[in-house]
Structures are given as structure tokens and as C-alpha cells.
């Protein structure tokens, strides 16, 4: 496609319940990252992607937290048992070429989850 | 672990001032350094980008930072600035995942 497109734009869900949020990174590109917008914490890692593996997952913040990318494309970011402190904008990128070699990286409009 | 420092949390210009933002990063070895921009209600983009060479480097809209090792330093600036360069504005390092700073949010009055 012509850029990372992320799906759903926005999310509100209940406490508790779990949540899923897509990310279709630009064709081709091996890097996939998950990062998370939250005010007062600013822009934070969660995860990156090299192909279907995660080298990285150092900025999950709980267990709770999980992700997977299938076929080297699209990526799942899964909440569970959401809590109102996971509410954020939930941006991910994609680069060309694997995150050792810090390339560009290119960024969806993101994913705004609101936990009531 | 790398961490940015973006010392302006909000500035408030008006059009045609200079613009100075400040970032400074922790580590000491080789860096990939960004600004990334997001305006109103839009994806965060690339500004500009320095992985070697020339340390003062050229991004788009008039915008450039300058790479200063000894300070540990990549400071943003446009000599002038536009009511449409108000926006958010983050300072990156690169450390196989993108690690930001807090950001400065830029408010240009005409």
C-alpha cells in the first residue's frame, strides 16, 4: 500500500475486555514496530518486528500485553484484560531493512483505545 | 539504555521569529538521530535525519539540525517560522527501536 495503515481508528472498550489493533505495514518492509502515545509518558517502544520474529519486546508493559506478524506483513497487537491505564494512541512503523541499520522509519495515523 | 532530553516543552512564537529547539541524547557511541513532526490531527512524519557525514544537515520546510558530538546535541532550527509549522515536534535516537523525547509543542500566532 501506499503507507502503514492501522485499524481501527478508534477503539472504547470496557474494562476488562480484551482488544485487538492492526497494523499493515508499507509492502516490503521487513521492520515493524508498536509503539504507544500516552499523555504524560509521550511516545514509547513496545515491540519491533524483523519478519515474523521479535527480537525486541522489551516495552511491553505487562503480560498482558502480546503481539504477533504473520507472512512478514501484517501485524496484531493484543491487549488483554484491558485496564483504563492501557488508554493511548497505539502508533506502529515500518522500515525497510532491519532496525539495526536505522532507516527511516514510516508511521500509521495510529489506534486511539479508550478503556472506560 | 539511550535516553533524549527535549529541554522546551511548549514555545509560542510568532511568524518569522527563529526557532531553536533543544534535544540531547545519552549515549556516546555512534548515533542515528531524528526530528520527527506531527501536526494537528496527522501522522507523525520525518523532519530530517543524521547518520554520518556533514553534522549540520537539511530537512524539509526550511527546517535543519546541527550534529555537535562534544554536547551530545541535535538542536532544531528554522530561521523563520510559519503559523503552519505549528505542530508537536520529537527528538529520535536510533537504538535498533526509535527511542523519543518528550516532545515540544510549537504554537505559531500570525
Known amino acids: 500500500g501506499a503507507g502503514v495503515s492501522q485499524s481501527p481508528s478508534n477503539k472504547v472498550t470496557e474494562k476488562g475486555k480484551d482488544v485487538e489493533l492492526r497494523c499493515d505495514p508499507i509492502s516490503g518492509h521487513t521492520a515493524l514496530y508498536w509503539y504507544r502515545q500516552s499523555l504524560g509518558q509521550g511516545l514509547e517502544f513496545l515491540i519491533y518486528?524483523?519478519?515474523?520474529?521479535?527480537?525486541?519486546k522489551s516495552g511491553l508493559p505487562s503480560d498482558r500485553f502480546s503481539a504477533e506478524r504473520t507472512g512478514g506483513s501484517v501485524s496484531t497487537l493484543t491487549i488483554q484484560r484491558t485496564q483504563q491505564e492501557d488508554s493511548a494512541v497505539y502508533l506502529c512503523?515500518?522500515?525497510?531493512?532491519?532496525?539495526?541499520?536505522?532507516?527511516?522509519?514510516?508511521f500509521g495515523p495510529g489506534t486511539r483505545l479508550t478503556v472506560l | 539504555a539511550q535516553s533524549v532530553s527535549q529541554h522546551n516543552h511548549h514555545v509560542i512564537l510568532s511568524e518569522a521569529a527563529s526557532l531553536e529547539l533543544g534535544c540531547n541524547y545519552s549515549?556516546?557511541?555512534?548515533?542515528?538521530l531524528f526530528w520527527y513532526v506531527q501536526y494537528p490531527g496527522q501522522h507523525l512524519q520525518l523532519l530530517l535525519k543524521y547518520f554520518s557525514g556533514d553534522p549540520l544537515v537539511k530537512g524539509i520546510k526550511g527546517f535543519e539540525a546541527e550534529f555537535i558530538k562534544s554536547k551530545f546535541s541535535f538542536n532544531l532550527r528554522k530561521p523563520s517560522v510559519q503559523w503552519s509549522d505549528t505542530a508537536e515536534y520529537f527528538c529520535a535516537v536510533n537504538d535498533d527501536k526509535l527511542i523519543f523525547g518528550t516532545g515540544t509543542r510549537l504554537q505559531v500566532f500570525p
Open positions: 518486528f524483523q519478519g515474523n520474529s521479535a527480537p525486541d
Open positions: 512503523a515500518s522500515s525497510l531493512g532491519s532496525a539495526g541499520l536505522g532507516g527511516e522509519q514510516f
Open positions: 549515549y556516546g557511541g555512534t548515533v542515528n
